[in-house]
């Protein structure tokens, strides 16, 4: 279910900035150019949001948002290097690639949280610490959405642009 909802929101927040008129208000959640920074929001949104909801039905398991943040973390981690490895190998990457790192991203992470989940090995000394974890990359989304960094994982490949 968390594949599901994390592919279709982040192929819709891929085009929702374009379809609402490039509204401010819509940026940090939303692909407002073609960087690695905003296809790794595109994941981010949908995970965080599915996870608060899903965080109803495992109220009882005490690992729960450590499993999310290493389930996060490694779906944001894939995408950049799988992304910079195939390009470095063959030099291009065609927009079907593209796609699919998005989608190998958030099938290995949901993978791997079952697995996590079900496998009952993990131990959380900090879930409150997890969960502030993940909103302080929230925050950094929204930050770096209006202030982006001048290195390459920020830079529009079609533009040579940064940020909005």
Known sequence: MGFAVTSLGGTLLHFLYDWLGKA???APFSGVNESTWEHMKLLFWPMFIFAIVQSLFFRENKSYWCIKLRGILLGLVLIPVLF????????????????????????????????????NTIRCKSPRLAFALICVISILFVVFTFAPLEIGIFKDPLTGTYGI
Do not use: K
Request: glycine residues 6%; aromatic residues 24%; contains cysteine.
């Open 24 to 26: 401010v208000w819509i």
């Open 84 to 119: 910079y490895t195939y390009n470095g190998v063959i030099g291009s990457s065609p927009d079907w690639i593209n796609i699919a790192i998005f989608f190998i991203a958030a099938a290995i992470s949901y993978y791997c949280e079952a697995r996590w989940l079900n496998d």
